[in-house]
């Protein structure tokens, strides 16, 4: 009774609230483990999903992946949230954005490799803002292949959470998930940090 009470009395004075946006929370390194074995380790563990999630659900699964500046609260210090709200990031792309489409024509897909670039463990404190220390990711080349056919596609600004894998919030929208595409030029290039290679590419010159 008293919950309907306080329905009531919210929709009377127009003061009902939204649900609280969840709090993300950093995976850390542990001790004594090496960041680069660790990330590597991150990315074959968690990647999968994250695709899943892009070839799924589409343009709510990549809402869902990204980040939000309320959601680094704490995470971020107060100056590097505040940076990142004054960054102009655009609009998130509508459901019928060409991406989108391009994912879930790849639903089902098995990850086959990954190429990053850009891979580091931010420290506390530092030049960046984060309070703590966290996995960053500034490019990933995610290579997938379905029924014999392959594909890649970059996404671009990942740290890694409790979760899983997430899109930074300070990344542009328009730059943030590329649609996926076959004969993709960069598979070939593999100009990597930290790579596992996918079988179906070419060795790199030399080598």
Same mark, same amino acid.
């Given at each position: ?13 127009? /003061? ?28 074959? #563990? ?68 990954? /190429?990053?670039? +850009? ?9 960046? +803002?984060?309070?703590? #220390? ?9 290579? +997938? ?36 595409? #076959? ?8 100009? /990597?940090?930290?790579?596992? #290679? ?10």
């Amino acid at each position: 009774m008293r919950r309907r009470s306080e329905i009531v009395l919210a929709l009377t004075c127009g /003061c009902a609230t939204t649900p609280a946006v969840p709090v993300a929370h950093p995976r850390a390194v542990p001790p004594g483990v090496a960041p680069m074995a660790f990330v590597s380790a991150a990315l074959e #563990r968690d990647l999968p999903a994250f695709v899943d999630t892009l070839s799924t659900q589409g343009r709510d699964g990549y809402r869902r992946l990204r980040l939000g500046s309320e959601q680094m609260e704490g995470w971020l210090g107060p100056d590097a949230l505040t940076r990142q709200r004054n960054t102009l990031v655009g609009i998130v792309p509508s459901a019928n954005d060409r991406r989108w489409t391009a994912w879930r024509r790849w639903g089902g897909s098995t990850v086959a490799g990954w /190429c990053a670039r +850009g891979v580091r463990v931010a420290e506390r404190d530092g030049a960046e +803002g984060f309070t703590t #220390r966290t996995v960053v990711i500034d490019r990933l080349l995610v290579v +997938g292949v379905r029924d014999g056919a392959t594909w890649a596609a970059w996404t671009e600004g990942l740290v890694l959470e409790q979760g899983g894998w997430r899109l930074a919030p300070w990344v542009p929208h328009a730059a943030s998930v590329e649609a996926p595409r #076959r004969a993709h030029p960069d598979v070939d290039l593999w100009d /990597c940090d930290l790579a596992r #290679r996918p079988a179906t590419s070419a060795p790199p010159p030399g080598g």
